[in-house]
């Protein structure tokens, strides 16, 4: 085995992975690809719609703003707590504020993943 080769059970899990990840997607993020089913063939002619599948670029999109509202809501209930809000409980502060930060932490570790991968690509040999 060499050091910087990926096996194909790593890659299986991966593509495991990745399948779960898009049955487990929002419906509304089910968009299919535009000019996709042209490109590959998708529709085979017998009157069946092609399977809808998901845009990278919404999906990433999506999760990035789902971070960002949560560290909204997280600096917002923050201000209130502090100004003396009698409806903003420390515990409901403290949860928001772990809530946004574990968010935010997951968002930069899938960032540092996709660098990774992209490094990996760029540095195989063809």
Known sequence: MSVGAIDSGRIQAMLAQLKAAS?????????PIQGLDSIKGINSGDGSKPTPSI???????SSLDQVNQSQTKAVELGKNFALGDDSVNLSDVMVATQKASLSFQATVQVRNKLVSAYHDIMNMQV
Do not use: C, G, I, K
């Open 23 to 31: 049955s487990a997607a929002p419906a509304n993020l089910a968009a």
């Open 55 to 61: 845009d990278f670029a919404t999906a990433l999109r």
